[in-house]
């Protein structure tokens, strides 16, 4: 696999001229694949991409550690491998393995936040990047994985009217065909917006076994969904379908909370308002704000949200597996 310095020499002799299929193949050698992800891919086993900003930005040290090894191994027992994708040293690295995680984990907040924007200053600095939705999109993409899990997407901030507070992660789903499996969008945003601003970017969103698009924090945002899915082979033939029609949107799979862990949503909301208006009143902005807002509504909840994401993430991560496992029986 690539070096540190091999990377960033073939990075610098890419040429332009190349054509798709030449450009995608020499695109790949530009990134670190982990050998038990390597495999998979070229045995057209099942394959779950997983972001990173969740491990150095989500939660404190150990239990962000402790969180990315249990969920790895809900997508191994479920049949698929999981492939966490980080920027280490300036190389992208697709599955990491321990000593990998562990000092991800560890470095914690000093990692940068990296999305599609920041991918090349991250690289071109030989820095440490933690992936977010945008960017596990495009490392993703680039090595042919269709499934990432996470535990909820970015989307339009509440007042974007006035910040024009936007995601990337919207408009990178709609370019890139990958499925992503969520738990809604973070109950910190502006929903109904968000679900709008998704059908302009043709994301075809679907909520799983229900027919209400999910609040992140709780199973019940008030918004219905535009769509609706029963089981992972439904997921499965969409995600085909979308692949064989050559559609270059993507797809957002969204699973509500288990419920033992939607309770709180009232309390959640509560704290979630009174974040808001602290971080207004700070001026916490950028990508700077949803972190702000997460560890607020966690101090001001007890950790009780905190347990709650945690919750959702390996509830995704379970389903998510079983979607790619059955998505591979088809292809």
Same mark, same amino acid.
């Given at each position: 696999?690539?070096?540190?310095?091999?990377?960033?020499?073939? /990075? $610098?002799?890419?040429?332009?001229?190349?054509?798709?299929?030449?450009?995608?193949?020499?695109?790949?050698?530009?990134?670190? /694949? =982990?050998?038990?992800?390597?495999?998979?891919?070229?045995? !057209?086993?099942?394959?779950?991409?997983?972001?990173?900003?969740? /491990?150095?930005?989500?939660?404190?040290?150990?239990?962000?550690?402790?969180? %990315?090894?249990?969920?790895?191994?809900?997508?191994?027992?479920? +049949?698929?491998?999981?492939?966490?994708?980080?920027?280490?040293? #300036?190389?992208?690295?697709?599955?990491?393995?321990?000593?990998?995680?562990?000092?991800? &984990?560890?470095? +914690?907040?000093?990692? *940068?936040?990296?999305? #599609?924007?920041?991918?090349?200053?991250?690289?071109?600095?030989?820095?440490?990047? &933690?992936? @977010?939705? $945008?960017? @596990?999109?495009?490392?993703?993409?680039?090595? #042919?994985?269709?499934?990432?899990?996470?535990?909820?997407?970015?989307?339009?901030?509440?007042?974007?009217?006035?910040?024009?507070?936007?995601?990337?992660?919207?408009?990178?789903? +709609?370019?890139?065909?990958?499925?992503?499996?969520?738990? !809604?969008?973070?109950?910190?945003?502006?929903?109904?917006?968000?679900?709008?601003?998704?059908?302009? *970017?043709?994301?075809?969103?679907? %909520?799983?076994? $229900?027919?209400?698009?999910?609040?992140?924090?709780?199973?019940?945002?008030?918004?219905?969904?535009? =769509?609706?899915?029963?089981?992972?082979?439904?997921?499965?033939?969409?995600?085909?379908?979308?692949?064989?029609?050559?559609?270059?949107?993507?797809?957002?799979?969204?699973?509500?909370?288990?419920?033992?862990?939607?309770?709180?949503?009232?309390?959640?909301?509560?704290?979630?308002?009174?974040?808001?208006?602290?971080?207004?009143?700070?001026?916490?902005?950028?990508?700077?704000?949803?972190?702000?807002?997460?560890?607020?509504?966690?101090?001001?909840?007890? #950790?009780?949200?905190? %347990?709650?994401?945690?919750?959702?993430?390996?509830?995704?991560?379970?389903? !998510?597996?079983? /979607? &790619?496992? &059955?998505? $591979?029986?088809?292809?």
């Amino acid at each position: 696999m690539a070096s540190s310095s091999s990377a960033h020499s073939r /990075i $610098s002799n890419l040429q332009n001229h190349l054509s798709p299929l030449e450009a995608n193949n020499k695109l790949r050698s530009l990134v670190k /694949i =982990s050998p038990e992800v390597s495999e998979a891919i070229s045995n !057209g086993r099942a394959v779950v991409a997983l972001e990173s900003t969740i /491990i150095s930005h989500g939660m404190p040290y150990p239990q962000n550690l402790q969180t %990315a090894k249990e969920v790895e191994s809900i997508v191994r027992e479920n +049949g698929a491998v999981p492939a966490t994708i980080a920027i280490l040293n #300036g190389v992208p690295c697709i599955g990491l393995n321990e000593e990998e995680l562990e000092r991800l &984990a560890s470095l +914690g907040k000093s990692v *940068q936040k990296t999305a #599609g924007r920041d991918i090349a200053h991250v690289v071109a600095t030989r820095g440490n990047g &933690a992936t @977010t939705v $945008s960017a @596990t999109l495009f490392f993703a993409s680039m090595v #042919g994985i269709k499934v990432f899990v996470t535990g909820g997407i970015g989307g339009v901030h509440r007042h974007a009217n006035h910040s024009m507070d936007i995601s990337s992660d919207l408009t990178a789903l +709609g370019r890139t065909p990958i499925a992503v499996i969520s738990a !809604g969008v973070k109950s910190i945003l502006d929903i109904p917006k968000t679900l709008e601003y998704l059908e302009t *970017q043709e994301v075809y969103v679907a %909520a799983y076994k $229900s027919d209400e698009f999910p609040a992140f924090f709780t199973e019940k945002s008030g918004c219905k969904a535009p =769509s609706r899915v029963d089981s992972p082979e439904d997921c499965a033939r969409v995600i085909d379908a979308n692949t064989k029609l050559n559609r270059q949107a993507g797809i957002l799979f969204s699973v509500p909370i288990p419920k033992q862990h939607s309770a709180a949503g009232n309390l959640i909301e509560s704290a979630t308002q009174r974040a808001l208006t602290e971080a207004r009143e700070q001026n916490v902005t950028g990508n700077a704000e949803t972190p702000f807002l997460l560890a607020r509504v966690n101090e001001l909840t007890g #950790g009780t949200s905190l %347990a709650a994401n945690i919750a959702l993430v390996k509830n995704n991560a379970l389903i !998510g597996s079983q /979607i &790619a496992v &059955a998505l $591979s029986q088809l292809m």
